[in-house]
């Protein structure tokens, strides 16, 4: 007889998390960005959210890439990939994070 052993996972939250919550976010109708580091240039992919509920594939609708963070808000900008102020601000934000990761030569991981 076989018998399935589950293992008992922990996951250990550090201790400047505890307590806290994340508030919910307005997701923004015109979809989301995944973005990456890849020789030394920001890669910034658009896509569209899918109706399916679950995990699913990312679906590309449209991408850019350059050394320089503004040419890739302008392109968001001049393509009309963003309808809400707080996206773009988000936007901003993660650029600053990839010229960062960029410049000391750590990971980026985007929030």
Do not use: R
Not at 5 to 16: L, M, S, V
Not at 83 to 95: G, I, N, R, T
Request: net charge negative; with cysteine; charged share 30%.
């Amino acid at each position: 007889m076989n018998h399935h052993e589950e293992k008992a996972h922990t996951i250990i939250i550090p201790e400047e998390l505890k307590g806290k919550t994340c508030s919910p976010i307005e997701l923004d109708p015109k979809g989301y960005f995944l973005i990456k580091i890849e020789d030394e240039k920001i890669c910034i992919a658009h896509c569209n959210y899918q109706d399916k509920k679950g995990w699913y594939e990312n679906k590309i609708e449209s991408s850019f890439s350059s050394e320089e963070p503004d040419e890739i808000l302008q392109w968001a900008k001049k393509n009309d990939l963003v309808s809400l102020d707080e996206h773009y601000q988000y936007l901003v934000k993660e650029m600053g994070h990839a010229v960062e990761a960029i410049t000391t030569h750590t990971k980026y991981v985007q929030e």
